[in-house]
């Protein structure tokens, strides 16, 4: 990839991964600059998810080039990654299902950082009111999509400049992806970026700025959220169920 801009926060190049003998992406690259929400796009079993892991360095088998605020983290741990602050919010969640949601958002305490917003509970609580009003409630006594907003939050508790999110709208009400979208939207006012997987191209729409098109491992397709609105032939290859 040529031409990377001096705000750009996350550059992959020639990503690929296998899961044992299976080869699952193909020379991956895309980039995330500084307060911008990118969506990873495509249909299910396209590599989404496969390629938030591998950036995020859990997979057992993956090459390529992966730069983080200026570092190469291609061979980073997990653990390490994070500490650097980028976020992670799995798909399946993994909240603490014995631990209330103040625990849960304890565990992912991290200090402050510089130029980054730096989260308290009390502002996420009034990020996500649903939160606010269940403070002692076990993880496992919530819904599916207040376990999906305690996850997002545990996350933010991290302080972190990038956040990997990885379909937020799955298997949730409509009340609550509208109130994911809007929560979306105010973390890029605050300066934060987020790399977004999602198939609901609606959702993507209303909060990224630009899109990447996953097909079996390979992208087919980059741009702007508003050229892929305008272009139906891409959108009925890629994305039509």
């Known amino acids: 990839m040529t031409g990377v801009k001096a705000d750009t926060l996350l550059r992959v190049e020639n990503l690929n991964a296998w899961y044992g003998q299976a080869h699952i992406l193909f020379d991956v690259g895309f980039e995330v600059g ?23 360095g859990l997979l057992d088998r ?8 200026g570092r190469d983290i291609s061979r980073a741990r997990p653990h390490t990654i994070a500490r650097m602050g980028m976020g992670y919010v ?5 909240i603490f299902s014995e631990l209330s949601v103040l625990e849960n958002l304890e565990v992912g305490r991290q200090p402050p950082r510089p130029d980054a917003f730096a989260w308290t509970p009390q502002q996420l609580f009034e990020l996500f009111p649903n939160l606010g009003e269940m403070p002692q409630r076990a993880g496992g006594r919530m819904s599916g999509g207040e ?39 105010r973390l890029k006012q605050a300066g ?5 997987s999602e198939q609901n191209l609606h959702f993507a729409g209303l ?35």
Not at 62 to 69: C, L, S, T, Y
Not at 153 to 169: H, K
Not at 192 to 196: D, E, G, H, V
Not at 212 to 241: C, K, P, S
């Open 147 to 185: 376990q999906q907003m305690l996850t997002v939050a545990r996350t933010l508790m991290g302080n972190p400049y990038l956040v990997l999110l990885d379909e937020p709208s799955e298997g949730v009400a409509p009340v609550i992806v509208e109130q994911m979208a809007n929560m979306i939207l």
């Open 90 to 94: 799995p798909e399946d969640r993994r």
């Open 207 to 241: 909060v990224s700025d630009r899109a990447y098109i996953l097909e079996n491992g390979h992208i087919r397709y980059q741009g702007t959220m508003a050229e892929l609105a305008r272009d139906d032939a891409v959108r009925r290859a890629y994305l039509a169920v």
């Open 34 to 56: 500084r307060g911008e929400v990118v969506a990873l796009m495509g249909r299910n079993g396209a590599g989404k998810s496969t390629t938030m892991k591998a950036v995020m």
């Open 192 to 196: 934060m970026a987020i790399l977004l």
């Open 62 to 69: 993956a090459d390529g080039k992966v730069v983080f605020r």
